[in-house]
Nanobody, 126 residues
Framework: QVQLAESGGGSVQAGGSLRLSCAASGRTFSSYAMGWFRQAPGKDRAFVAAISWSGSSTNHADSVKGRFTISRDNAKNTVYLQMNSLKPEDTAVYYC???????????????????WGQGTQVTVSS
């Protein structure tokens, strides 16, 4: 089992930047592909980005391509989401997720992930 804890959320002006972190503990971090999802009030939890075990491949939702970047540091058991050029529509609770599936970044659906963090709030004002 792996435990996940997000941090780095907060309030920022449109056009600003924020970096989210997800610290993992438990099973070997490098054995898990990781993902970020977000959920706005009244909306379904939506895929944001994913990264393979090794970090060699990544996958970003069309809505965030060119603005957000997922990365990981296995030595620190941490995955990151660098968010630039933030827009008000990026406002949501952001969740970190982990899966013991193959070393790939193809996992974009909620059911593909076994473990979830508690979420961190990101608010973008205009």
């Amino acid at each position: 089992q792996v435990q996940l804890a997000e941090s780095g959320g907060g309030s920022v002006q449109a056009g600003g930047s924020l970096r989210l972190s997800c610290a993992a503990s438990g099973r070997t971090f490098s054995s898990y592909a990781m993902g970020w999802f977000r959920q706005a009030p009244g909306k379904d939890r939506a895929f944001v980005a994913a990264i393979s075990w090794s970090g060699s491949s990544t996958n970003h939702a069309d809505s965030v391509k060119g603005r957000f970047t997922i990365s990981r540091d296995n030595a620190k058991n941490t995955v990151y989401l660098q968010m630039n050029s933030l827009k008000p529509e990026d406002t949501a609770v952001y969740y970190c997720a982990a899966t013991a599936r193959a070393n790939a970044a193809m996992y974009t659906r909620r059911w593909e992930y076994e473990y979830w963090g508690q979420g961190t709030q990101v608010t973008v004002s205009s």
